[in-house]
């Protein structure tokens, strides 16, 4: 079974970049389409960006044009870029890992993702 480590969090100003990175264990990771979620404090955890397992993407309107979701399978690897930060980006970032036998599909529902990594927290500051 797929575990997952998130890390490339921090403190960043308004307008700064930041690149997460989610490390997979075991073998089966390219049978994963992956995804990052956010929780910020008081609120629900909302989806951010999604990939296939083919590489097809998929991203919530908050963060298009600024956030790019990537995947390397040979390092069992799934990235979130992140750039023109903005304050209200600030909250804990998820990466997840829904198993399936579709290349091309992506879900932004969290029930549907079985694996979660423990997170990491992104601050932006104004």
């Known amino acids: 079974q797929v575990q997952l480590v998130e890390s490339g969090g921090g403190l960043v100003q308004a307008g700064g970049s930041l690149r997460l990175s989610c490390a997979a264990s075991?073998?089966?990771?390219?049978?994963?389409?992956m995804g990052w979620f956010r929780q910020a404090p008081g609120k629900e955890r909302e989806f951010v960006a999604a990939?296939?397992?083919?590489?097809?993407?998929r991203y919530a309107d908050s963060v298009k044009g600024r956030f790019t979701i990537s995947r390397d399978n040979a390092k069992n690897t799934v990235y979130l870029q992140m750039n023109s930060l903005k304050p209200e980006d600030t909250a804990v970032y998820y990466c997840?890992?829904?198993?399936?036998?579709?290349?091309?599909?992506?879900?932004?529902?969290?029930?549907?993702?079985?694996?979660w990594g423990q997170g990491t927290q992104v601050t932006v500051s104004s």
């Open positions: 990939i296939s397992r083919s590489g097809s993407t």
């Open positions: 075991g073998r089966t990771f390219s049978s994963y389409a």
């Open positions: 997840a890992a829904d198993r399936t036998i579709y290349a091309t599909v992506v879900t932004t529902i969290p029930n549907n993702y079985e694996l």
